[in-house]
């Protein structure tokens, strides 16, 4: 199924997407490493750069990276470990001891030009984040930051995921349920943007994704899953949403997210101010993400 995807995406033997990956749980935590794993086996050309250490709710904080005076999460590094360094076994993994947003600086300034070379990443992805951010989260999420510093300082188009469902864990446990259907939510998305072409953001814009509960019971398989177009914001006075399913307003993320039915919410964000982008930009993600959007029912 993966491969038919990938054949599907890159049928001349074209050269692979550039894709950077950070996430503020650590780059240790099982959902950054499943959907490592399921981007690359879909034919991406993708590097982890994210956290040594959780640094969940650290926003847009940014400092240089210093040496390790513990171990990294999960004992995925010795105490006295380098600020930055690569699994030797895959150097395409790597943590930065610092912020989300410095790892994603890190991976965009310093480990592209090493795997890419002249070549700048094609797309940012962030997450998926242990617990959801909703609404005013998307402010203090680091996962978010991550995604908004790759849009803003380096004009990468980027999208930040997040899932209500598990707790931290690490990268050697075996995969939850949850995982793996977020990692292939997410594959789904990012494969459905890069195939409507460039640029796959307009300037400025981020995406901020939210997956509701899994459980073995209720959405434990993908097919399960719609995706409907969010707002991030509640919205009384402000201008109209795009048009779409019968109406001006969007629903907000939150909403989404909590009705029952296995609902992905899909927010249009300006990056400049972690807030809603306007009805026209909305308007090109609709077009873009038409195959895969539904309505809230
Ligand atoms: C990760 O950091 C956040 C914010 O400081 C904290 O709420 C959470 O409990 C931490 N997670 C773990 C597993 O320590
Ligand atoms: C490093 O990669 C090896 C080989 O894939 C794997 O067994 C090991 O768990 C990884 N360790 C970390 C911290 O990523
Ligand atoms: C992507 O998600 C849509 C909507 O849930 C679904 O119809 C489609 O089959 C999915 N595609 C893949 C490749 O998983
Ligand atoms: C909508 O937002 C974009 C990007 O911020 C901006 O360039 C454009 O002028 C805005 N359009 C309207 C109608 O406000």
């Known amino acids: 199924m993966l491969f038919l995807f990938a054949l599907a995406l890159f049928p001349f033997g074209t050269l692979a997407v550039r894709i950077v990956h950070s996430n503020d749980d650590g780059w240790a935590e099982i959902n950054i490493r499943t959907l490592i794993d399921t981007v690359t086996a879909a034919g991406y050309d993708v590097i982890l750069s994210a956290p040594a250490e959780n640094k969940s709710g650290s926003g847009s904080l940014d400092a240089d990276p210093t040496s390790l005076t513990s171990a990294c999460e999960f004992d995925s590094c010795p105490p006295g470990s380098p600020p930055t360094n690569y699994n030797a076994s895959n150097p395409r993994l790597n943590y930065v001891n610092s912020y989300p947003v410095t790892s994603m600086r890190y991976g965009i300034s310093t480990l592209a030009p090493k795997f890419f070379g002249s070549e700048t990443p094609d797309l940012a992805l962030s997450g998926p984040n242990v617990g959801s951010n909703l609404g005013f989260a998307v402010w203090f999420s680091g996962t978010v930051g991550a995604a908004v510093y790759a849009v803003k300082t380096a004009g990468i188009p980027a999208i930040a995921f997040s899932g209500s469902s598990g707790t931290q864990t690490g990268w050697t446990a075996p995969t939850p349920l949850y995982s ?118």
Do not use: H
């Not at 953001?201 to 019971?217: K, T």
């Not at 109406?247 to 992905?264: A, F, H, I, M």
């Open 180 to 297: 793996s259907i977020y990692a292939d939510l997410a594959l789904n998305l990012t494969s459905t943007i890069l195939a409507s072409g460039t640029p796959y953001l307009p300037a400025g814009i981020f995406l901020n994704v939210n997956f509701p509960e899994v459980s073995s019971g209720s959405c434990g398989d993908v097919g399960e899953y719609k995706f409907v177009l969010s707002r991030i914001f509640t919205a009384i006075l402000a201008p109209d949403d795009v048009s779409t399913c019968g109406s001006t307003r969007l629903p907000t993320e939150s909403d989404v997210v909590g009705t029952s039915g296995c609902y992905v919410s899909v927010s249009v964000g300006d990056a400049s101010m972690k807030t809603d982008a306007n009805a026209t930009m909305q308007a090109v993600i609709l077009g873009k993400l038409k195959s895969l959007l539904s309505c809230l029912s």
